[in-house]
């Protein structure tokens, strides 16, 4: 990639297209599928994978912090990147209405060290605090030939009744998409972040016009969404949330993957937080390749009948900043008509 070109996820070393291909090749080799108590419930592809337990669905979401590692590595700063582990498995669980319950984690590391391993579980502590689960168990494993550094991952239970499961299959143009606020960055798309500080030649310790320095603002934990999704799913009535979705990694792309056929437009996104605006400045990244990278302000999308719309929001404003950015069509895509974004397609997963 020519030094003037706009930087791209997939230049920049993390190829979403090559991914998605990578995890639907291995989704088509999983055939076996268990019967009686424990049998799947629902398809690949949602947030979270599900299974029969009586009246109740046992939920399984698994997911890492990525490399905002490295940043964290870089200022000798551990003590959050916990809480991002955390958020991201449970701000999964949570999209298909399930309450997490129990936790664990996976570290995989070159050599001990105890006061990384300390800082690394007050983060896991307080994301578990803040989820209302506990941490059961975890693994540490010694790879020094296989890990320069740290890796960091986890894996969460969930549950929620069967007849309470929220699968996306009743979104239908006229549904509102009420949008709850990010923190920042989150934890997505940090190899284009890194690349577009090399290219600008940015150091974490610049301060950004917005106050605070660059290493803070991309330390900024996961925001954590149980508690408020739990609650606006116990005061609105059973059936008026049709899909929740966490923005995470191919970011907007993260939608469509509740229901494809029908088309989402945000005639009203949330601000889009001063350092995404940063970083594409940095690497002079498009428009629509930041909306299907990053999550751009909106770190959950909760999708509900119009005619509770304004209540969702009121709901949700009482935990983090909220509102009604857009609305459901009939077509396809999504689209995002104040920054001219058009996008086709959803993030593929396993």
Known sequence: MGKDEPLTYAGSGVDIKAKDEAAKAMVGLLSYARTGMGRPLGGAGHFAGMVE???????????????????????????TVGIDCVAMNVNDAVCVGAEPIAFVDYLAIDKPDPHLVAELAKGLNEGARQSNMT?????????PSLVKGFDLAGTVLGVVRKDRIVSGERIAPGDIMVGVASSGVHSNGYTL???AMERAGVKLSDKLPSGGTVGEALLTPTRIYVKA???L????????VHGISHVTGSGLLNVPRLKKDVRYVLDAPLPV??????VQRWGGVAEDEMWRTFNMGMGLCVLVAPEHA?????????????????????????SVPSFGVELTGAKAQF
């Open 53 to 79: 337990f009586g009246e109740h669905a046992l939920v399984l979401a698994t997911d890492g912090v990525g490399t905002k590692l490295e940043i964290a590595n870089a200022l000798r700063k551990w003590d």
């Open 229 to 231: 999704v739990l609650e």
């Open 273 to 278: 937080p001063a350092i995404l605006r940063e």
């Open 233 to 240: 799913l116990e005061a609105l009535p059973h059936g008026a």
């Open 193 to 195: 972040v890194r690349r």
């Open 135 to 143: 941490v059961v168990g975890g693994e540490t494993a010694v790879l």
């Open 310 to 334: 304004e209540r969702a929001v009121a709901l949700l404003a009482k935990h983090f900043p909220a509102q009604r950015v857009g609305r459901v069509e009939a077509g396809s895509g999504i």
